[in-house]
């Protein structure tokens, strides 16, 4: 089954504790995006990868890091987690000849106390 | 600054009636236009993307264009109490990068 895979679902944690959040694809896309969504803010990006060893920053890439090493992983790492991080982070991939039809991810819930 | 500005609703609209669902934005330059879903819940799901001036249909859903404008819209005909759910409408500048609007949540009424 094709799909877009977020590990951990749910997370509870502690300001200044790094964490990291893990994405897998199985359609061999080139292009992997990492999304927040919060109430009344919508959804933004945070950082793309247009392929291996390839990553830009998005809209609002502050505190976070993104690493592609292989094609179908693109983790999220935050290295000191903040209260204001506390968010719905969705991973999404496609094809890099038609990224607009992205597959996201389940959603990864994460709460920062 | 791009950008992307939906009424947040909410919408009602009657079974089989349909529902018009606004989108505006703000870099002329702009592109790529897309149209997702989002149940309660759930992770977006692509409805359509449209990039030339003007409508583009399938199904039940047409997506219209209008460059000069920086308007787009979705419009959902016979619309479907399973059609309830937030329509997040977004742009694509350079074709990789995404700018969303906070998204409109429709209530389809039986």
């Known amino acids: 089954e094709a799909q877009v895979t977020q590990n951990p679902r749910y997370l509870i944690t502690v300001t200044g504790k790094k964490l990291t959040v893990t994405c897998s694809q199985n359609m061999n896309h080139e292009y992997m995006s990492w999304y927040r969504q919060d109430p009344g803010l919508g959804l933004r990006q945070i950082y793309y990868s247009m392929n291996v060893e390839v990553t830009d920053k998005g809209d609002v890439p502050e505190g976070y890091k993104v690493s592609r090493k292989e094609k179908r992983n693109f983790p999220l790492i935050l290295e000191s987690p903040s209260p204001n991080q506390t968010s719905l982070y969705f991973c999404?991939?496609?094809?890099?000849?038609?990224?607009?039809?992205?597959?996201f991810g389940p959603g990864t819930r994460l709460l920062v106390l | 600054q791009k950008e992307v500005e939906q009424n947040s609703g909410p919408l009602s609209v009657p079974e089989g009636a349909i529902a018009s669902l606004n989108c505006t934005y703000s870099d002329r330059g702009s592109q790529s236009f897309f149209w997702y879903r989002q149940y309660s819940g759930k992770s977006p799901e692509l409805i359509m993307f449209i990039y030339s001036n003007g409508d583009k249909e399938d199904g039940r859903f047409t997506a219209q264009l209008n460059k000069a404008s920086q308007y787009v819209s979705l419009l959902i005909r016979d619309s479907q109490p399973s059609d309830s759910a937030t329509y997040l409408c977004a742009v694509a500048p350079t074709g990789n990068q995404f700018y969303f609007g906070t998204g409109t949540s429709l209530t389809v009424i039986p």
């Open positions: 999404a991939s496609g094809l890099l000849a038609g990224p607009e039809t992205q597959y």
